[in-house]
Structures are given as structure tokens and as C-alpha cells.
T-cell receptor
């Protein structure tokens, strides 16, 4: 079966760095996505990785290792507004998105 | 960036009535739209894929007669929850794929919170 695993909840301190991991087992692979979702709101796109390596975009970076079925989202200089759920999603061979359950990130002052 | 608008954002209805939720792509044509359902503290659950001009493709376990989807134009898809019951109360979210890109970047509507009394 297809499976996306990510931690349920993480806590970090304002100004610090946090890494949210995602491992996956899917039928084929056509890219991995990270989305941010604030409570009661729809997700917003953060990043897309289809090749191995690190993609940096401002305070957020995303890493992919296809051979390991592994990705992480790195958030630097954490701000209180970064408190949200972070969803990992993989596009399978049928170009369907398989979603993880999300990681709730709590930022403390 | 591309904008997807969803309406209404909140709706409360009585059990047994039907509710229609609209999803519009405001500045691009979306040949494919997706409808999701999300329960509290859970991930998005894909309900159906809506393709303009053809019947929607429903995921396993989703009742097509209960959740009617219409994608009559390249900018509008609608989800109608028929004969709603309290267990249908949920957060319904639509997304649209920009153009025919297979990179998969989806633009999401704001979501619609349905409460069935």
C-alpha cells in the first residue's frame, strides 16, 4: 500500500531552526510537496522536489532523497506565525497526490 | 499567483436539506479540480477529481449520489451535499490545477465549513 509518515507534533522555540521529516512508500514517484496549513484554513503551497537535493526558498528549505524515500522541511528563524500544520504529499505514478497526516508545529516564545 | 475562490466559507443547514459549495478559479482555467474533506486534526481526504466537461471520478467509499459534483466550465466546479446529515459536517476544500502542468502545484480555495444540525 501507499504510505506517508511524518511526526504528529513538534515544538520549537521562536528564532530557532526545526526540521520536519517525511518518509514515503508510494506506487511510483512524480514529486514531493510540502504545504502549510493554519487551523481552519486551506493549505498553501511551500515547495516541490522531484530531484534529489536541497531546494532553498527564503527561511524554508526542502530536501529530497528518492533512494531513501525521505524528505524534510527545514524552517529557520522561526516566527510565531509559523505555528501551523505542515503537510507532506507525494505524487504517485498516476499523478495523484498521496497526503501525510500532517505535523502540527508549535512555536513557543 | 493563481487564485481559487470557494463559497460559502461557512454554512449551517438543517438535516435533510441540500447544500451547494462553489469553487472558482478566478484568473486561470482549471481543467481539473479536486474536492477534499478534512476532519479535525486529520489530513485532507480526496473525495473526487472533477474534470471539465466530463463526469467526476470518485474515490473509493465516497457516495457519488450524495456528493454531486459538476464542472460545467473551466473556471467553476460545484459540490452539492444532498440530504445532508450531521455526520456530513466537515471542512470541505477544493483545489485547482493550473493549466495542464503535471508538476502538481495545486491552488486551494479557502474551504467551506459545513455544519448540519
Amino acid at each position: 500500500g501507499q504510505n506517508i509518515d511524518q511526526p504528529t507534533e513538534m515544538t520549537a522555540t521562536e528564532g530557532a531552526i526545526v526540521q520536519i521529516n517525511c518518509t514515503y512508500q508510494t506506487s511510483g514517484f512524480n514529486g514531493l510537496f510540502w504545504y502549510q496549513q493554519h487551523a481552519g484554513e486551506a493549505p498553501t503551497f511551500l515547495s516541490y522536489n522531484v530531484l534529489d537535493g536541497l531546494e532553498e526558498k527564503g527561511r524554508f528549505s526542502s530536501f529530497l532523497s528518492r533512494s531513501k524515500g525521505y524528505s524534510y522541511l527545514l524552517l529557520k528563524e522561526l516566527q510565531m506565525k509559523d505555528s501551523a500544520s505542515y503537510l507532506c504529499a507525494v505524487m504517485d505514478s498516476n499523478y495523484q497526490l498521496i497526503w501525510g497526516a500532517g505535523t502540527k508545529l508549535i512555536i513557543k516564545p | 499567483g493563481a487564485v481559487v475562490s470557494q463559497h460559502p466559507s461557512r454554512v449551517i443547514c438543517k438535516s435533510g436539506t441540500s447544500v451547494k459549495i462553489e469553487c472558482r478559479s478566478l484568473d486561470f482555467q482549471a481543467t481539473t479540480m479536486f474536492w477534499y474533506r478534512q476532519f479535525p486534526k486529520q489530513s485532507l481526504m480526496l473525495m473526487a477529481t472533477s474534470n471539465e466537461g466530463s463526469k467526476a471520478t470518485y474515490e473509493q467509499g465516497v457516495e457519488k449520489d450524495k456528493f454531486l459534483i459538476n464542472h460545467a466550465s473551466l473556471t467553476l466546479s460545484t459540490l452539492t451535499v444532498t440530504s445532508a446529515h450531521p455526520e456530513d459536517s466537515s471542512f470541505y476544500i477544493c483545489s485547482a490545477k493550473h493549466g495542464r502542468s503535471d508538476t502538481g502545484e495545486l491552488f486551494f480555495g479557502e474551504g467551506s465549513r459545513l455544519t448540519v444540525l
